[in-house]
């Protein structure tokens, strides 16, 4: 969005405030409100806190699309609590066709740079989460293992809605279950899953050299990919 159409800074200050039943975050005294017109209820402090940066950081105009945990926060509260089976859904498809399992054909030193980074996430997923995915060469759709995809299913939906709603958008963010469930557990930083979903790219850079236009948007992803990691840190 251009500069000058962004809405106007319209507080002097942004704080962490306790609330009954959490947290919340203030703007000069008043607390903030959901798209819904809820009261932002946070669970934790440290999430409260976190937020609150991201609006105390702000300049004379708001970037409201890259304060990312404000918007995890208003998808937790206002649309989790009633989309819960439909976001477990879509986590069980990106489980089925996930970036980890799709090696390339060629190069032969590409297909081995990603079996290096993903296999250990891959193996991890069927040890801890129950969630055993096979991989193929090539872009030919698969079948995944039933029992797997109903793994990451009912393994979501034992999730509280602030867990849920950032392991769907991590999902979303990383192309990849396997990546996203190994931040939430806390087995693996966001920003270096991050890098780990960027095998692809990166190899196309060291080919053909940067594109000003493309790094600028791998470099924003990864800002979400820290913001993310700031998100499962904050929570319980």
């Keep these: 969005m251009n500069k000058v159409n962004l809405p106007k800074r319209f507080y002097k200050s942004a704080s962490a405030a306790r609330l009954d039943g959490g947290f919340t975050v203030q703007l000069d005294g008043r607390p903030l409100k959901t798209p819904a017109k809820a009261t932002l209820t946070l669970p934790t402090e440290a999430l409260a806190e976190a937020i609150a940066n991201e609006w105390a950081e702000q300049g004379e105009t708001l970037d409201l699309q890259g304060m990312t945990l404000t918007r995890l926060a208003n998808v937790a509260l206002d649309r989790t609590p009633e989309t819960r089976q439909e976001l477990a859904e879509e986590l069980a498809r990106y489980a089925s066709t996930d970036v980890t399992c799709y090696l390339a054909e060629t190069p032969t030193a590409l297909r081995y740079r990603q079996e290096a980074v993903w296999r250990p996430w891959r193996d991890w997923a069927g040890k801890e989460v129950g969630v055993v995915l ?103």
């Design 134 to 236: 096979v991989p193929v060469i090539g872009l030919m759709a698969s079948l995944q293992p039933q029992a797997s995809l109903d793994a990451v299913r009912d393994y979501a939906l034992t999730l509280d809605d602030f867990r849920l709603t950032a392991l769907a958008w991590g999902c979303s963010l990383l192309g990849s279950a396997v990546l996203a469930l190994a931040v939430e557990r806390g087995a693996l930083e966001a920003q270096l899953a991050f890098r780990a979903s960027c095998v692809d790219e990166t190899w196309q850079t060291e080919q053909w050299g940067e594109d000003e236009e493309a790094m600028a948007v791998r470099a924003a992803r990864e800002r979400d990919a820290a913001a993310l990691q700031t998100w499962f840190e904050a929570l319980p």
